[in-house]
């Protein structure tokens, strides 16, 4: 039951997140124009622009002009796809997904802007800690407190790491760890140690093979912060648990 409903809305939601990721770092509208090759501008029909399916029936080409359409568009609805079922499918249908689904559709879009922009834009975090707030006071409201601290506690350990060593990471990833910290509340820590982690052995690997160019070539954080948020929200709270009964 959670895969039927939660995967074809992912691939759904997936294929906004292209356009989102596309148009947001260029200034463009999200709503118009249409979709439509980048190439011809032919706008795509809608039979041709089915999440996942017409990229694979047309076979990664656009059918007006030939173009070649990047895997990336369907990785990412695919990816949605997925992990809107695994979500689902660990946590259940419940009111929460109201919160759970947006979280992960952000982590989503902000990583892939990032690794082609190096940005994360505040016109998605803003939106999202409204939504945020507003939609845990509706369906999670004894948890308020916790994510309010949660927030403002991530905000200011990325800031001051931030502020210590500019060079690792920006403002934008500070403010998507206070996001995320709306959404996680204490799965935060684990979310921020996962981040932090993977970060690491990123950096460790680039510079084993690159040697001293390793430390120049700058590799965004927010893909690691959304990694992070994304264990964080699935497993989050075992491992704070776990953490409390083996070290406290």
């Not at 994360?120 to 409201?141: D, F, H, Q």
């Not at 407190?145 to 990325?158: R, Y």
Request: proline share 7%; aromatic share 8%.
């Amino acid at each position: 039951m959670e895969l039927a409903f939660a995967a074809p809305f992912g691939l759904v939601i997936g294929s906004f997140l292209n356009v989102v990721a596309y148009r947001l770092p260029r200034g463009e509208s999200l709503v118009a124009p249409g979709s439509h090759c980048p190439g011809c501008d032919t706008p795509i029909r809608p039979w041709d622009n089915v999440p996942l399916l017409s990229w694979l029936f047309l076979r990664g080409r656009c059918r007006s002009c030939g173009q070649r359409i990047s895997p990336r568009y369907p990785m990412v609805e695919l990816l949605t796809g997925v992990l809107f079922a695994v979500v689902a499918a660990v946590h259940g249908i419940h009111a929460d997904l109201a919160v759970e689904l947006p979280f992960v559709a952000m982590l989503i879009a902000v990583a892939d802007i990032d690794l082609e922009h190096r940005i994360v834009p505040n016109k998605i975090l803003l939106p999202m800690v409204a939504w945020g707030v507003g939609a845990s006071a509706v369906v999670r409201t004894g948890r308020l407190p916790e994510l309010l601290i949660a927030g403002a506690a991530a905000f200011t350990f990325l800031l001051a790491a931030a502020l210590i060593h500019p060079a690792g990471m920006g403002m934008g990833d500070v403010k998507l760890a206070g996001v995320m910290g709306l959404y996680l509340g204490v799965s935060i820590a684990p979310a921020l140690l996962v981040a932090f982690l993977a970060g690491s052995i990123v950096g460790l690997a680039l510079m084993a093979r690159h040697g001293s160019d390793g430390r120049r070539k700058g590799v965004p954080f927010a893909p690691f912060l959304a990694f992070g948020g994304l264990v964080g929200l699935l497993a989050g709270h075992q491992l704070v648990h776990l953490y409390i009964h083996h070290f406290l």
